[in-house]
Structures are given as C-alpha cells and as structure tokens.
C-alpha cells in the first residue's frame, strides 16, 4: 500500500526584490510504500530540503501534489494543517529540537499534551518506547544533562510516541559521533522492522546504507535510485559512494 505520493512536484521561489526566481524542485515524483525506509540524498543547495518542507507540509509547492496516506496535503487549510502535522507525522532533527527547561519525559509527551491526551494514555505509550530505546532511567534528567546520543534517542521516542504514518528525519546523525550514530541507526532499523516507514535526508553515505532504497536527488529532480535488494549494508554504500561521485562530476547513469 503506497502510504506516501509525490507527483510533479515544482517550487519556485522569487528573490525578495521579486526580480529573479531560483527553481528549488523542477518535476520530482516518486512515492513510499507503507514500511519501507528511503533515504534521500544529493548535494547542497539540489532541492533536498525544499523537499522535505513540502513533505513535512511546512511550505508549499508552486506546482504537483504530495497525498499523504490518500490525503492531498496542498487541500488541507492553514487553521488545520499544525494538526494534520501532529496527527501523522513524525520528526526526527539534526540538532534534536529539545526544550532544556523540560525534562526528556515532557519533551516526549509534548506532541500528547498538545492533542489533549490523557496522561494515563501519555504514560502507557512512553513506556514500551523506552524501554526499547533504553532511555527509561533518564526520563526524568533534562536535555544538558545527557549525551547527544540519548538526546536523539529522545527525539526519536518524541517521534514514535503519536504512533505516525511517516517518520521524517533531517540529518539525523549529524550531530553524532560515530557509535551513537550507528546506535541510532539501529534503531531505525528495528523501529523499521516493526512497520515504522521513515523517509530520511542526510549527506551521509554510511546512514543512507541502511535504508531499503535511497533516492538521489540533482538539479531539483530524482537523478536515480538504489534499491538494497539482497545488498549487503557494505554493498549498499559502494553503490551509494559510486551514484554520489556522478552526482559530483556530471556523469550519467
């Protein structure tokens, strides 16, 4: 069942005299099948993050549609759409985007509070979470008081704990070292495994191996795709490695 639908999709933008226009996307299609994980890659400054503010129905686009589970996100109304966003989508940040003056718990409740949950219902879904992510003793620490890998581990059961159709993720081991990057990526995995489907940008080839497909974006358009297949993770990033240094010399696929 195809759980994300991207068609024709265009933005412009116009400079703030309104004298020139920059063609962020020019014609990107593609869409996500429920439980798959994609992770999307290109270079700076090729639509990437345009994309992803459209998915994330923070901006909109000058031409195309994105249905998210059947529904046309450019139809929702403003006065809706911080509630459409809540209700179904799931964000995973580079730089974690934690209040300091909350504790981790009411970081993860937040999205619940502000949907007016219970806070029985509240505490009978962070638990399972995390437990899996392992951060059930730090519940009660605050953001300055933990490492950067249990700060995304937050961030992550933040995400999980509104049960959303989609994960979307932005550089998410960006701001990790290498163990808690693979910690994190791990744990995409398995949340992966139990039908959790994530759409992933990052610059990083070794994060982007994991994914059972990764897109590749250039010059506002889908330049090409890797499906994993029987690929091993190591196989996966040599094909990436490969398809990112065409990307970087102009050579066709």
């Known amino acids: 069942m195809i759980i994300l639908e991207v068609s024709c999709l265009k933005k412009v933008y116009t400079t703030r005299l309104g004298g020139n226009q920059v063609q962020a996307l020019a014609d990107v299609s593609f869409s996500v099948e429920e439980g798959e994980y994609v992770a999307i890659m290109g270079e700076s400054g090729s639509g990437k993050s345009t994309l992803l503010n459209i998915l994330a129905a923070l901006d909109r686009p000058t031409g195309g549609r994105v249905k998210l589970d059947g529904k046309d996100i450019g139809l929702i109304r403003d006065k809706e759409i911080t509630k459409f966003r809540r209700e179904n989508l799931g964000f995973v940040f580079q730089d974690f985007n934690l209040l300091d003056t909350f504790s ?5 409740f937040l999205p619940l509070v502000l949907s007016r949950k219970s806070v029985k219902e509240m505490n009978s879904r962070l638990l399972p979470i995390a437990h899996k992510l392992g951060i059930r003793d730090l519940l009660d620490k605050y953001p ?3 490492s950067g890998g249990q700060k995304q581990r937050v ?10 159709k989609l994960i979307l993720a932005d550089e998410p081991t960006g701001a990790l070292d290498s163990r808690s990057a693979d910690d994190l990526l791990r744990l995409f995995g398995e949340v992966n495994e139990e039908g959790q489907t994530i759409l992933m940008v990052t610059h990083s080839a070794r994060a982007a191996s994991r994914a059972g497909r990764v897109l590749f974006i250039k010059d506002g358009r889908v330049f090409h795709q890797i499906y994993r297949g029987d690929s091993t993770d190591e196989q996966m990033y040599q094909k990436i490695s490969n398809t990112l240094t065409l990307l970087a010399t102009g050579g066709e696929m």
């Not at 981790?104 to 993860?108: M, P, S």
């Not at 961030?155 to 959303?164: C, E, K, N, Q, S």
């Open 144 to 146: 300055y008081e933990v």
């Open 155 to 164: 961030a992550v059961a933040r995400a999980l704990i509104t049960d959303p």
């Open 104 to 108: 981790l718990r009411d970081n993860i």
